[in-house]
T-cell receptor, first 114, second 110 residues
Framework: DSGVTQTPKHLITATGQRVTLRCSPR?????VYWYQQSLDQGLQFLIQ???????AKGNILERFSAQQFPDLHSELNLSSLELGDSALYFC?????????????FGPGTRLTVT | TQLLEQSPQFLSIQEGENLTVYCNSS?????LQWYRQEPGEGPVLLVT?????EVKKLKRLTFQFGDARKDSSLHITAAQPGDTGLYLC??????????FGKGTLLTVNP
């Protein structure tokens, strides 16, 4: 158990809908990272937050957004969902400020768009 | 864009055999991490190497970072069924973003 929690575990929704994925980092970790994993693209970095502020952006679509709250949990919002958004979404956290290469991953949310 | 290529993509071996998987790039990385991922779960960090030529051992697993910090290898001695999983390498860039390879899917048959 990495100490990173993610909810929900599974999510099934229809095209065009909006969903919110939630992540709680390990106790004391200030940085949160979001990743998307699909069979053809592998694990892709989406976005990083450090202590409530956006720190780095990767291949995140404009339809996706994220935020980190004062209690350090983070949410990833996916809107106008398309079939191609079906994937595993992982959150990771790290201990060192402002970021660290050693990231600890949550169990993921499996999103299925039908 | 920094890319990491892992080889082989798939590897199926018998229990007790040795194996090596590779992670290669044309880019220099500040660090290199290896993760193991089991189906339906998140990647689990195995090791971080930061110095060119560095070798780290974790029980039957030996990790090496290339001298030029562009490549890495993972060697497993006497593989066991519990070693089965997806092995991912990840390179750390100057802005702490990790670039992941697509992984090597290892199956160790009893």
């Amino acid at each position: 158990d990495s100490g990173v929690t993610q909810t929900p575990k599974h999510l099934i929704t229809a095209t065009g809908q909006r969903v919110t994925l939630r992540c709680s980092p390990r106790s004391g970790d200030l940085s949160v990272y979001w990743y998307q994993q699909s069979l053809d693209q592998g694990l892709q970095f989406l976005i990083q937050y450090y202590n409530g502020e956006e720190r780095a952006k990767g291949n995140i679509l404009e339809r996706f957004s994220a935020q980190q709250f004062p209690d350090l949990h983070s949410e990833l919002n996916l809107s106008s969902l398309e079939l191609g958004d079906s994937a595993l979404y992982f959150c990771a956290s790290s201990a060192h400020a402002p970021a660290s290469y050693e990231q600890y991953f949550g169990p993921g949310t499996r999103l299925t768009v039908t | 864009t920094q890319l990491l290529e892992q080889s082989p993509q798939f590897l199926s071996i018998q229990e007790g055999e040795n194996l090596t998987v590779y992670c290669n790039s044309s880019s220099v990385f500040s660090s290199l991490q290896w993760y193991r991922q089991e189906p339906g779960e998140g990647p689990v960090l195995l090791v971080t190497v930061v110095t060119g030529g560095e070798v780290k051992k974790l029980k039957r697993l030996t990790f090496q970072f290339g001298d030029a910090r562009k490549d890495s290898s993972l060697h497993i001695t006497a593989a066991q069924p519990g070693d089965t999983g997806l092995y991912l390498c990840a390179g750390g860039g100057s802005n702490y973003k990790l670039t992941f390879g697509k992984g090597t899917l290892l199956t160790v048959n009893p």
